[in-house]
Every structure is written in structure tokens, then in C-alpha cells.
């Protein structure tokens, strides 16, 4: 081989390494990708982490250690966990959170409902006007709820705000209450939950339904937990932009293979636009910076106008900090398909209002969000409802609960 064939070839090898070679977590943190500088400890944080908290920095590190023993605990090629990574999905698999995110069973005319009514000639007649007119997305839309099982976390620190005996009862409570998804945290030091508890409540949803979705919630940070949430049964893993930055498009891949769907969690314009070109189709918009532990109120409503109208190929979900039934309004008045509730319903009695709030009302098409029609509410058969919360009981109620 000629001089400059050998060195074009060795060059060629090194972009390759580059590119292909598994990045390390660590650096991929947003304040890293804006400073180019490795993450370190200030001494403010590691007081911190002697009182007990934990911040995003501390959790991704620690969790990083907890995979590198998993793995040596499951080199083996015949360990279940490995075998789960492996499979290769043959047909098409049923992708039970994204019809649970759709709400899809309770649209009688939805084509993904295997119990689909046919349309009335007036029906179809209507539709094409809309079609001739430009608006053949305009259609009523259904929202979803989930719900973010945890008894702590990272932006409460040193606070339990939940308890419970196991995760699976309030997952089943939960979906019998009209939740289409729950969120089941795995991480014990940071959200107080296990792995044994996802595995219960993906068998407690099962015994209620087979339409509502379990999401195995984590910091990922290695390719073994997909494995990990594939072996347990969930439908799907919520993966963050921030922690993942490059490196999410491979973890994407890897979950469609092994037939895992999943939910990506941003927080920015860019990691948003990320999540996009990666051809994520879950994207979780939270208000919650994870980087600074910030709440930023209306984050997820400046960025719902980065996604396609009513109908899109993105289901797009938001929550973070959500506290009455008037913020999650907004955020689906404003386009989201559905929002994720945590701390405020956890052991709460205003769980099944905020449930209902939600799942017994009909949503105009996210092009009408700017006109000022914000405080009108439809049933669910698209009538304009008299009152603000008409059918939704609150806590007071004496027959709430019945």
C-alpha cells in the first residue's frame, strides 16, 4: 500500500473511532456543552452532598457507578437482562404508549381503534369541506394524563413528600382513577423507588387494563438500563437530553431495536431540536431546569410552538411544577397532547380532580391556541361546557370518593 493510501486510510479510521466510540455521560451535561469544560465539584456542592441533597451532577455520577457493577453483574451473553437487549422485534409490535398518550381507545373514530366506528356520509362530507378550506387537522383533540410516581426528589432535596407501601398500588389506584400513563421512578437515593417496584406495577396496570402505559422513570446513563426496563416489562423508558446530549440518538436507536418506546425530556430550544433531528417521537417538555434544579413556570409554553399542529407525527407531553388545574389547561390549550403530574397528586385527595380535569373535556386544535379562547371548556362530545369546571369534583366533596 502506497504512503498516501496508508495515511488516508488511517485517517478515515479515526474519524470513525470518533464518531462510533460510546462518549462518556459525564461530559455531556448542558454546562459542559457550553463551557467545553469538564464538570467539577465546587466546594458549595460537595457541602451539599455532605448535608444529604443531591444535584443532577452528583445523581449522573453516582449512577454512573451503579451501571459499570451492573454490567460486571451481567456480562454474561445468557443473562436475561443481556438476551432482552438483544431481540430483534419481527412485525409490528402494539406501541401501547403512544396509543395511551393518543388516548386512542376513547376516540370512536380514530383508525388505531380496533373498535373504530365508521363515519356518516355527513361526516365525511363535513371533512372534505374542511379539507377544500385548508383545515383538515381541525378536529377536536383528547388530552392524557400521567402521573409521576415518586416519593422524592432531586428538586425537593431532603424532602418526602410521599408514602407508600409499593409503587404497584398506587400505579393500579392511579389507572383506575382514568391516569393513561404512569411514570414508576427506579432510582432509589434520588426518587426513592426500585426496580422491584416497576416490575409490580407494570403486573398491577396489567390486572386493571391493557391500554394504560407504565414508563420505567431513571437517570440513564447506560445502555443496560433499556434492558433493564425491557426485562421488567415497562412500555417505555424516559430518557433526559441534558444528561444524554449526543449520545441520545444512540440510545434512541437501541430502545427502537429491542421495541422500547420512549419519552425524551428537554428543557431548552436546543435540546428540543435535538430530540427532533434524533426523529424522537415522545418528546417531554419540562419546566424544570435539571442542570440548576430552576423552575421555569412557563418554559414548555414558549416552546409548544417548535412542534407540528393537531394530528402531528410528535406526541408532545409537559409538566414539571404543575400545580392546579388551570396550568395544565394551558399547556394543552396550547398544544400538548398530554401532562405529566408528580408531587401534587402524590397521596393527595385532589387526584382524581385533576385526573378528570383533564380526561373528561374535549381540546380545540392547537392552531386555535392564540385566539383568545383559552377559558372555554368542551365535553367530551365537543359541547361548550357552562362553567369553568363543570363535572369535576373537588376535595371537598362529600361523595368524591364514591
Given at each position: 500500500?502506497k504512503k498516501t493510501q496508508w495515511l488516508f486510510t488511517l485517517t478515515l479510521a479515526c474519524i470513525a473511532n470518533a464518531f462510533l466510540a460510546p462518549p462518556s455521560t459525564k461530559y455531556h451535561l448542558r454546562s459542559h456543552i457550553i463551557n467545553h469544560e469538564p464538570i467539577t465539584s465546587s466546594s458549595s456542592q460537595l457541602q451539599s452532598s455532605r448535608n444529604g441533597a443531591e444535584d443532577i451532577y452528583g445523581a449522573v455520577?453516582?449512577?454512573?457507578?451503579?451501571?459499570?457493577?451492573?454490567?460486571?453483574?451481567?456480562?454474561?451473553?445468557?443473562?436475561?437482562?443481556?438476551?432482552?437487549?438483544?431481540?430483534?422485534?419481527?412485525?409490528?409490535?402494539?406501541?401501547?404508549?403512544?396509543?395511551?398518550?393518543?388516548?386512542?381507545?376513547?376516540?370512536?373514530?380514530?383508525?388505531?381503534?380496533?373498535?373504530?366506528?365508521?363515519?356518516?356520509?355527513?361526516?365525511?362530507?363535513?371533512?372534505?369541506?374542511?379539507?377544500?378550506?385548508?383545515?383538515?387537522?381541525?378536529?377536536?383533540?383528547?388530552?392524557?394524563?400521567?402521573?409521576?410516581?415518586?416519593?422524592?426528589?432531586?428538586?425537593?432535596?431532603?424532602?418526602?413528600?410521599?408514602?407508600?407501601?409499593?409503587?404497584?398500588?398506587?400505579?393500579?389506584?392511579?389507572?383506575?382513577?382514568?391516569?393513561?400513563?404512569?411514570?414508576?421512578?427506579?432510582?432509589?437515593?434520588?426518587?426513592?423507588?426500585?426496580?422491584?417496584?416497576?416490575?409490580?406495577?407494570?403486573?398491577?396496570?396489567?390486572?386493571?387494563?391493557?391500554?394504560?402505559?407504565?414508563?420505567?422513570?431513571?437517570?440513564?446513563?447506560?445502555?443496560?438500563?433499556?434492558?433493564?426496563?425491557?426485562?421488567?416489562?415497562?412500555?417505555?423508558?424516559?430518557?433526559?437530553?441534558?444528561?444524554?446530549?449526543?449520545?441520545?440518538?444512540?440510545?434512541?436507536?437501541?430502545?427502537?431495536?429491542?421495541?422500547?418506546?420512549?419519552?425524551?425530556?428537554?428543557?431548552?430550544?436546543?435540546?428540543?431540536?435535538?430530540?427532533?433531528?434524533?426523529?424522537?417521537?415522545?418528546?417531554?417538555?419540562?419546566?424544570?431546569?435539571?442542570?440548576?434544579?430552576?423552575?421555569?413556570?412557563?418554559?414548555?409554553?414558549?416552546?409548544?410552538?417548535?412542534?407540528?399542529?393537531?394530528?402531528?407525527?410528535?406526541?408532545?407531553?409537559?409538566?414539571?411544577?404543575?400545580?392546579?388545574?388551570?396550568?395544565?389547561?394551558?399547556?394543552?390549550?396550547?398544544?400538548?397532547?398530554?401532562?405529566?403530574?408528580?408531587?401534587?397528586?402524590?397521596?393527595?385527595?385532589?387526584?382524581?380532580?385533576?385526573?378528570?380535569?383533564?380526561?373528561?373535556?374535549?381540546?380545540?386544535?392547537?392552531?386555535?391556541?392564540?385566539?383568545?379562547?383559552?377559558?372555554?371548556?368542551?365535553?367530551?362530545?365537543?359541547?361548550?361546557?357552562?362553567?369553568?369546571?363543570?363535572?369535576?369534583?373537588?376535595?371537598?366533596?362529600?361523595?368524591?370518593?364514591?
Amino acid at each position: 500500500m502506497k504512503k498516501t493510501q496508508w495515511l488516508f486510510t488511517l485517517t478515515l479510521a479515526c474519524i470513525a473511532n470518533a464518531f462510533l466510540a460510546p462518549p462518556s455521560t459525564k461530559y455531556h451535561l448542558r454546562s459542559h456543552i457550553i463551557n467545553h469544560e469538564p464538570i467539577t465539584s465546587s466546594s458549595s456542592q460537595l457541602q451539599s452532598s455532605r448535608n444529604g441533597a443531591e444535584d443532577i451532577y452528583g445523581a449522573v455520577h453516582r449512577k454512573e457507578y451503579e451501571m459499570k457493577r451492573l454490567n460486571a453483574q451481567h456480562a454474561s451473553l445468557s443473562d436475561p437482562i443481556r438476551m432482552a437487549m438483544g431481540y430483534a422485534q419481527e412485525g409490528i409490535e402494539q406501541k401501547r404508549l403512544a396509543a395511551a398518550l393518543r388516548r386512542v381507545y376513547d376516540d370512536p373514530y380514530n383508525p388505531a381503534n380496533p373498535d373504530a366506528k365508521e363515519k356518516s356520509l355527513e361526516q365525511l362530507e363535513r371533512e372534505e369541506k374542511m379539507l377544500e378550506n385548508g383545515l383538515a387537522e381541525a378536529t377536536m383533540r383528547r388530552g392524557s394524563f400521567i402521573v409521576d410516581i415518586k416519593r422524592r426528589s432531586l428538586s425537593y432535596p431532603r424532602e418526602q413528600f410521599a408514602r407508600y407501601d409499593d409503587a404497584s398500588l398506587v400505579a393500579e389506584a392511579m389507572v383506575r382513577l382514568g391516569a393513561d400513563v404512569v411514570f414508576v421512578n427506579v432510582d432509589y437515593h434520588s426518587y426513592g423507588g426500585d426496580l422491584g417496584e416497576l416490575k409490580s406495577a407494570v403486573k398491577a396496570v396489567r390486572g386493571v387494563t391493557n391500554e394504560a402505559a407504565v414508563v420505567m422513570k431513571d437517570i440513564v446513563v447506560d445502555e443496560i438500563q433499556l434492558g433493564l426496563a425491557k426485562e421488567a416489562g415497562a412500555d417505555g423508558i424516559v430518557l433526559i437530553a441534558s444528561v444524554l446530549g449526543p449520545a441520545l440518538e444512540n440510545f434512541l436507536n437501541l430502545a427502537t431495536m429491542i421495541g422500547l418506546e420512549v419519552i425524551v425530556e428537554c428543557h431548552t430550544y436546543n435540546e428540543v431540536k435535538a430530540a427532533l433531528d434524533a426523529l424522537a417521537t415522545n418528546i417531554m417538555v419540562s419546566n424544570r431546569d435539571r442542570i440548576t434544579g430552576e423552575l421555569i413556570p412557563d418554559q414548555a409554553v414558549k416552546l409548544a410552538g417548535m412542534f407540528p399542529g393537531s394530528g402531528g407525527p410528535i406526541i408532545t407531553i409537559a409538566g414539571g411544577g404543575v400545580t392546579n388545574t388551570d396550568q395544565m389547561k394551558k399547556l394543552l390549550a396550547v398544544g400538548y397532547d398530554g401532562v405529566v403530574v408528580g408531587k401534587t397528586v402524590m397521596g393527595s385527595p385532589k387526584a382524581p380532580e385533576f385526573i378528570r380535569a383533564v380526561r373528561d373535556r374535549t381540546l380545540l386544535p392547537a392552531e386555535f391556541s392564540q385566539w383568545g379562547l383559552d377559558d372555554v371548556e368542551f365535553d367530551v362530545d365537543g359541547n361548550v361546557m357552562s362553567g369553568p369546571k363543570k363535572g369535576i369534583p373537588s376535595a371537598s366533596d362529600d361523595d368524591v370518593f364514591l
